[in-house]
């Protein structure tokens, strides 16, 4: 894509953006042919960027915020998880995820991630809070979103560890 392309592109995908602000950015990402960081990064507020190399530390504070939604979304599936992001560690390079029975397990490369992301924003009339993790592509890796309580509203507990969480690596990058 050339670089007046990618220009032309912005501008509709912000235009897109304003006319139906909690709709599905992945779409937009596969209808104007640009990364999906591109597209977050076209919301008008409400995200805050942080470096990769604090993906780690981010998920280590996650991983004591009881239940999240995990997700993987490519343009083939959409995976949710929803429970507790388990403690990682490191080993043979990759950072290794063992929920146990029933819960999320993997490994993760954590030098893959570029950017990570904090995004507020309603989705689909609703508030969610996420954080997001890219790759040097600009594309996701996975997200993990605020949990919810049994009315549907985000956990406060958690909107004020992810709030806290953004700050203190802005303030660690002297953004704030």
């Keep these: 894509m050339s670089d ?3 220009a032309e592109a912005i501008i509709k995908i912000k235009q897109a953006i304003a006319e139906k602000p909690d709709g599905v950015l992945e ?9 999906f960081q591109a597209v977050l990064e076209c919301l008008p507020g409400g995200v ?8 780690i530390d981010v998920l280590t504070d996650i991983a004591n915020w009881g239940d999240v939604m995990f997700i993987c979304h490519s343009k083939d599936a959409i995976i949710e998880f929803s429970g507790p992001l388990p403690k990682g560690e490191m ?12 819960g999320l397990s993997g490994h993760l490369r954590p030098e893959n991630c570029a950017a990570i992301f904090f995004v507020s924003r309603l989705f ?9 993790f890219f790759n040097a592509e600009g594309e996701t890796i996975f997200k993990i979103y605020v949990g919810r309580d049994r009315e ?14 953004a700050m203190q690596f802005t303030k660690a990058a002297g953004n704030a």
Excluded at 48 to 55: Q, S
Excluded at 97 to 102: F, Q, S
Excluded at 124 to 132: D, H, L, V
């Design 4 to 6: 007046l392309d990618h």
């Design 27 to 35: 779409a937009l990402s596969a209808q104007y042919g640009v990364p």
């Design 48 to 55: 805050i960027r942080i470096d990769g190399r604090h993906f």
């Design 91 to 102: 080993g043979h390079g990759m950072y290794n995820l063992r929920g146990g029975p029933g």
């Design 124 to 132: 689909m009339g609703m508030e969610t809070k996420s954080i997001q």
């Design 152 to 165: 549907r509203r985000l956990k406060a507990v958690q909107v004020e560890r992810f709030e806290r969480l």
